[in-house]
């Protein structure tokens, strides 16, 4: 069994953006309930089926398969909830860690959020400037709930 543990901050600043290209991810959810997510999405030209446990503070059971891009496109476009999520990831090094930082687009127009992956929920990491609120325990930002609950719709 595959585990994820990641922590998820707001982005503060724009300061990130010239540290690296952006690969487009379009994603749709075949279920959405608290105990699995299931995940079909695409990564620039390949595709993915990924299936992840209910939250336990930072981890959750991940297991994540490609498939046929075609394969995926298809349950994107007929199957999934909407909306889908569309947006930009960037991949950026800093401190012996990768960030990575979510444009959205569409219904979560607005929202930038930045995650890394961690060997263990205690792991200290130093936070780059460009960081703001740490909302790892926040459900509303879990790319899963940005479908029923849309980042447009949420209330300043």
Known sequence: MGIEIERKFLVSSDEWRDLADGVDYRQGYLSTIKERTVRVRTV??????????????????EYEYEIPVDDTH?????LCERPLIEK??????????IWEVDEFFGENHGLVVAEVEL??????VDLPS??????????RYFNANLVAQPFSTWES
């Open 44 to 61: 620039g030209k390949r595709g993915f089926l990924t299936i992840k446990g209910i939250s336990i503070g930072a981890s959750r059971a």
């Open 74 to 78: 298809e349950m994107l476009d007929e």
């Open 88 to 97: 930009r990831r960037y991949r950026i090094p800093y401190a012996d860690l």
């Open 119 to 124: 060997a263990s929920e205690d792991q200290q």
């Open 130 to 139: 460009w960081i703001g609120e740490e909302v790892t325990g926040d459900p």
